[in-house]
C-alpha cells in the first residue's frame, strides 16, 4: 500500500530556533499533502493544506509565518517551525491520498514527529 | 457543517472481551465517505476501513467489524475477542464528496486500553 515517510520522528530543540520535518510519498505521487497537529490526548487538527508549485492553505488561525509549508516536488512536503517556542511543542503529523482525484481514497499517514521545544 | 462524534472518551475492557466504539457523524453530503484509523502508542495513524455513503452493509475483517447505519448516522466498531495489542486510540473520520474530499474531519478519538 501506500507508504509516507516522515522525518525526523522526534526533536529536542531550543527556543528561538527553527525546525524543519520532511514528508515523502515514498512509492506514489501527491500534488497535495495535508499537515495536522495534534496536542495530547486530543484529535488530530488540520493545520495546512500543502500543494505542490503554489501556495500552501493555511486553516482559519494558523499562522502562515510561524508554519512554512514548501512543497517543492510531487513526493516532498517540509514543515518549518520557525521561532519555535514550548508552545509549539506538539505532534505534528503528515498525510497525503494516493488517488487524488479521488474523494474516498483515505489518507496515508507519516509516523508523526514529535516536537519538543525547551 | 460536518461533524464527527465519538461519546465514549476512554474505555477499558479486560482480553477476550468484545468492545464497540461508537461513532456518530453530521453531513449535508449524500455523498460521503467514513473511515475508522488506529494510533497506537507508537503515534502513527493506521487505516482500517472506509465505507461510502450507499454502501450500508456491515463488514468484517477478522475480529473487526463495522456498523454503518444511515438511519441514525452511525459508523460503529467492534472489535471481537480483543487482545493487549488492540490498545490504541482510535479515530473515526468523514470525508464529503462535495468538498471534494480536501478535508477529513476527525472525530475527538476513543482511547481503548486492554487489560491482560
Known amino acids: 500500500g501506500a507508504v509516507v515517510s516522515q522525518h525526523p520522528s522526534r526533536v529536542i530543540c531550543k527556543s528561538g530556533t527553527s525546525v524543519k520535518i520532511e514528508c515523502r510519498s515514498l512509492d506514489f505521487q501527491a500534488t497535495t499533502m495535508f499537515w495536522y497537529r495534534q496536542f495530547p490526548k486530543q484529535s488530530l487538527m488540520l493545520m495546512a493544506t500543502?500543494?505542490?508549485?503554489?501556495?500552501?492553505?493555511?486553516e482559519q488561525g494558523v499562522e502562515k509565518d510561524k508554519f512554512l509549508i514548501n512543497h517543492a516536488s510531487l513526493t516532498l512536503s517540509t514543515l518549518t517551525v520557525t521561532s519555535a517556542h514550548p508552545e509549539d511543542s506538539s505532534f505534528y503529523i503528515c498525510?497525503?491520498?494516493?488517488?487524488?482525484?479521488?474523494?474516498?481514497?483515505?489518507?496515508?499517514f507519516g509516523n508523526g514527529t514529535r516536537l519538543t521545544v525547551t | 457543517a460536518q461533524k464527527v462524534t465519538q461519546a465514549q472518551t476512554e474505555i477499558s475492557v479486560v482480553e477476550k472481551e468484545d468492545v464497540t466504539l461508537d461513532c456518530v457523524y453530521e453531513t449535508r453530503d449524500t455523498t460521503y465517505y467514513l473511515f475508522w484509523y488506529k494510533q497506537p502508542p507508537s503515534g502513527e495513524l493506521v487505516f482500517l476501513i472506509r465505507r461510502n455513503s450507499f454502501d450500508e452493509q456491515n463488514e468484517i475483517s477478522g475480529r473487526y467489524s463495522w456498523n454503518f447505519q444511515k438511519s441514525t448516522s452511525s459508523f460503529n466498531f467492534t472489535i471481537t475477542a480483543s487482545q493487549v495489542v488492540d490498545s490504541a486510540v482510535y479515530f473515526c473520520?468523514?470525508?464529503?464528496?462535495?468538498?471534494?474530499?480536501?478535508?477529513?474531519?476527525f472525530g475527538p478519538g476513543t482511547r481503548l486500553s486492554v487489560l491482560p
Open positions: 498525510s497525503a491520498r494516493e488517488q487524488e482525484e479521488s474523494y474516498n481514497s483515505p489518507l496515508h
Open positions: 500543502s500543494n505542490e508549485g503554489s501556495k500552501a492553505t493555511y
Open positions: 473520520a468523514l470525508s464529503e464528496a462535495g468538498n471534494y474530499g480536501q478535508n477529513f474531519v
